[in-house]
């Protein structure tokens, strides 16, 4: 890091330039001047859901895109999406107070019998950043726990992942599951995973395939846009 950039003022750029900044700042996965500039853009009289966003969702959209083209590795996207979650503890608690649109939300976990959580922790992540409220599982869900989670949190997504092709096919239990409970289609399912492609999804009855974090959030807001046409349209 050269001198200069340490002589940045985040409260002396304006509005324009500060947002600047936290996108590069989002980037690099400075997590400190992320939440600095978020402090200052609502000191500024900013609304939360503005600041989410216009600085937040706006610099991770980069951070998803660069990912997407191999630009940016799991490692930097992990680090972007950490300074992302530092803005987003501040502006949390303010978001629910104002009850502010959200972009949709999603509960994800990996499967049963698989304990691996990289890919699952980053579509998380990401998910959050593009404005999603995300319910995140952890690992080695049984179908109970997906159900469990959907009746307490109503999502519009459920999310599953899995990296080894043994506990592959434990996606399938958790659709049949839904089928047989005749929510199915309530819910968007996505499915992820290395081992996965989208064959699979489609012979398993999941609503699509997503074969990274950046393919995952541009696939659940296209659903979600459907989902809010077909409701305007009913």
């Not at 340490?6 to 600047?20: G, P």
């Not at 590795?73 to 501040?90: Q, T």
């Not at 929510?183 to 999804?201: H, K």
């Amino acid at each position: 890091m050269s001198d200069e950039e340490d002589d940045i003022i985040l409260s002396e750029l304006d509005d324009e330039e500060l947002v600047q900044q936290m996108f590069d700042d989002l980037y690099d996965g400075l997590k400190d001047e992320i939440m600095e500039a978020v402090n200052i853009l609502l000191e500024r009289g900013w609304a939360p859901y503005r600041v989410l966003t216009e600085a937040l969702v706006g610099g991770m959209t980069i951070v998803g895109n660069d990912f997407r083209d191999g630009i940016l590795f799991v490692p930097e996207v992990l680090l972007a999406a950490n300074a992302m979650k530092g803005g987003m503890s501040i502006l949390k608690p303010l978001l629910a107070e104002t009850g502010a649109p959200r972009m949709g939300s999603m509960v994800i976990g990996t499967v049963k019998g698989d304990i691996h959580d990289i890919g699952k922790n980053l579509v998380a992540m990401m998910m959050e950043g593009a404005g999603f409220e995300v319910v995140d599982l952890g690992i080695n869900n049984a179908v109970d726990a997906y159900l469990g989670a959907m009746a307490e949190h109503k999502p519009d997504i459920l999310g599953m992942s899995a990296l080894l092709t043994t506990t592959m096919p434990y996606m399938k239990v958790v659709i049949d599951t839904m089928k047989e409970q005749g929510i199915r289609d309530d819910y968007i399912v996505l499915v992820g995973g290395a081992p996965l492609n989208e064959e699979f999804g489609k012979a398993i009855g999941a609503d699509a395939y997503c074969r990274d974090a950046a393919v995952a959030v541009e696939t659940a807001k296209k659903f979600i846009a459907r989902k809010h046409n077909q409701m305007a349209a009913g």
